[in-house]
């Protein structure tokens, strides 16, 4: 059966305002860093900078997919758009692996030349203000961002909010390497990669969160077996119905779609196989949400062999 969309247009908005105000910052955030890099002559605070822009490209690709999986289910799409979502979740934990990856490379190549006894630049205090600005900045902006996804049930959102946050976490590493560089000396400004190197791993291990989890989803991965072991209790429930049977489940973006057979005595009238079907149907929605799509069939209960009939009698 069709969800009911009303509340569609209000969510799209929502996420479009919540991504609005992460893209101003970035964006600021990003020219900022720049400048502070090259003014201050450090490679952390411009490799920092290109995080800022991943996550401002970020934030343009949930826009443009949340305006595709918002619109209503079409003649080409009869269960929505709502893996456009999912679609960009995955695209936001690649974009997360190719900059921690890209972390992870330039950290190690600097902590060989360390070992190697080439004298690694130091940063100016400039580049240590745009580290601290950006770790406030982004922290807050994570915690603001994810409440707004948890509160939309967005993805995508929550995705987005997680790229903030290792955008902070970013930000600390270089904090600690530019700080180290300049209060402890020559010696100390390996902090700047070593940092940058533990950072790495926290974003990697973001990502591949992100990333596998909407893999699945895009390839009809079903929903976790204690929600549909409660789809067939709630099936059971029922006065009158039995044998839940053929349950196949998936997620659309962020709503759930259930195909599932069960049984009624062959005498039931339609009419109230008709009222049974409703209520099951309207307690599946209290718990999954009122936009999940539900196909359900009733089929007749099977007939006793006529062996076991005769033992019986």
């Not at 601290?132 to 707004?148: A, G, N």
């Not at 591949?208 to 009809?220: A, D, I, T, Y």
């Not at 059971?236 to 196949?248: A, F, I, T, V, Y």
């Amino acid at each position: 059966m069709k969800p009911e969309t009303s509340l569609q247009p209000q969510r799209e908005r929502a996420i479009y305002r919540v991504t609005l105000w992460g893209s101003v910052v970035n964006f600021l955030l990003l020219l900022f860093k720049f400048v502070a890099g090259v003014v201050g002559g450090s490679a952390a605070m411009v490799a920092d900078a290109v995080h800022s822009l991943s996550d401002f490209v970020t934030d343009i690709v949930v826009i443009l997919f949340v305006h595709l999986s918002g619109k209503p289910c079409d003649g080409d799409h009869k269960y929505g758009h709502g893996k456009y979502e999912t679609l960009a979740t995955a695209l936001i934990g690649l974009m997360l692996a190719v900059v921690g990856l890209g972390i992870l490379y330039s950290a190690t190549t600097q902590i060989y030349d360390y070992l190697c006894g080439r004298t690694l630049s130091q940063p100016g205090y400039i580049a240590l203000a745009a580290a601290l600005l950006s770790l406030v900045s982004k922290e807050v902006l994570f915690q603001f961002t994810v409440r707004q996804g948890r509160r939309l049930s967005s993805a995508a959102v929550v995705a987005n909010a997680w790229h903030h946050r290792s955008d902070a976490l970013s930000s600390i590493g270089t904090a600690v390497g530019i700080g180290g560089a300049i209060l402890l000396g020559e010696s100390w400004r390996v902090l700047d990669p070593l940092a940058a190197l533990v950072v790495s791993f926290f974003i990697l291990k973001v990502s591949v969160g992100l990333f596998v989890p909407s893999l699945e989803e895009l390839l009809e991965k079903s929903l976790p077996a204690e929600q549909e072991e409660l789809i067939c209790d709630t099936i059971l429930q029922q006065p009158g119905c039995s044998d839940p049977h053929n349950l196949r489940t998936r997620r659309i973006g962020n709503y759930v779609a259930i195909d599932v057979h069960f049984r009624m005595a062959g005498h039931t009238p339609i009419s109230e196989a008709h009222r049974a079907t409703r209520e099951i149907e309207d307690r599946l929605r209290q718990h999954f949400g009122p936009q999940t799509f539900i196909n359900t069939h009733v089929e007749p209960v099977k007939a006793a062999p006529a062996g076991e009939a005769g033992e019986a009698g």
